[in-house]
């Protein structure tokens, strides 16, 4: 940026960084769990503390900052609903409450009524804490903190989730990757590719089909088939032939 300006200001008749090669920035492989996995990971953390937000992760999708960051003024248990508002995110440790990635991040997602009361029991059990510790109990308005009403690192979120993982014994991934999870398992049963792209917060729903390319090819093998039985009937059977005889 600095060279751009110089040229603008005519300090420099061209900006030499145009011609250096940029090194290639690949993303880190996406490893997910298969729905089966992430219910044996729910089944193992089902007495932690913070089963709920190990719920949220798994059915919604969230990002880490998300779920970090969320407060008990963005939860709707009536509505069954919570509003992604200010994530708490950690660059070189240091927590930052930002805004969402963009401008879709920014966004209400209903959830199933499972995790709907997770929710519920999670805040009836912060209440008794914050009944204990009385006088010390500090207010910071998020849904998941220490006993004593503190706000938690986000960082301590991905430390107890591959602690957990290891001792259930599941294949090492990120929790990043447990949002990943989530979504292909959304598309393989079926659910539409924009619904899911609104649930995850992504800008475009180009970058849900980019992301999730490895899940389409099977996608549209079902899409196929259930077209075909809607318009054929009983005639798109599979070994009757019907669609070559058309």
């Not at 029991?121 to 006088?135: I, K, N, S, W, Y």
């Not at 986000?154 to 447990?178: C, M, N, S, Y």
């Amino acid at each position: 940026p600095a060279l751009a300006v110089a040229m603008r200001w005519g300090y420099v008749v061209r900006n030499v960084a145009d011609a250096v090669d940029l090194p290639k920035v690949s993303a880190p492989e996406m490893q997910v769990w298969s729905p089966e996995q992430l219910r044996m990971f729910l089944a193992h953390v089902r007495a932690d503390r913070l089963f709920t937000a190990w719920m949220l992760f798994a059915t919604t999708g969230m990002r880490r900052g998300e779920v970090a960051g969320l407060r008990w003024t963005d939860v709707d248990l009536r509505a069954g609903q919570v509003k992604v508002v200010k994530p708490r995110v950690a660059v070189r440790y240091q927590v930052h409450v930002s805004e969402p990635k963009t401008l879709k991040g920014k966004r209400w997602l209903a959830l199933d009524p499972a995790t709907a009361a997770s929710l519920r029991e999670h805040r009836t059990r912060q209440a008794e804490e914050r009944l204990m510790v009385g006088p010390g109990w500090v207010d910071s308005g998020l849904v998941f903190t220490w006993p004593d009403g503190r706000a938690l690192h986000p960082e301590r979120f991905t430390r107890w989730f591959q602690q957990h993982a290891h001792e259930a014994g599941l294949p090492k991934i990120r929790l990043h990757d447990v949002r990943h999870s989530y979504a292909t398992a959304a598309l393989a049963a079926g659910v539409p590719a924009k619904i899911v792209s609104e649930r995850l917060g992504h800008a475009n729903i180009a970058i849900t089909m980019d992301t999730y390319s490895h899940v389409l090819p099977g996608m549209d093998e079902r899409a196929a088939s259930a077209v075909a039985r809607l318009i054929l009937g009983d005639e798109a059977a599979p070994g009757e032939g019907a669609v070559n005889n058309l």
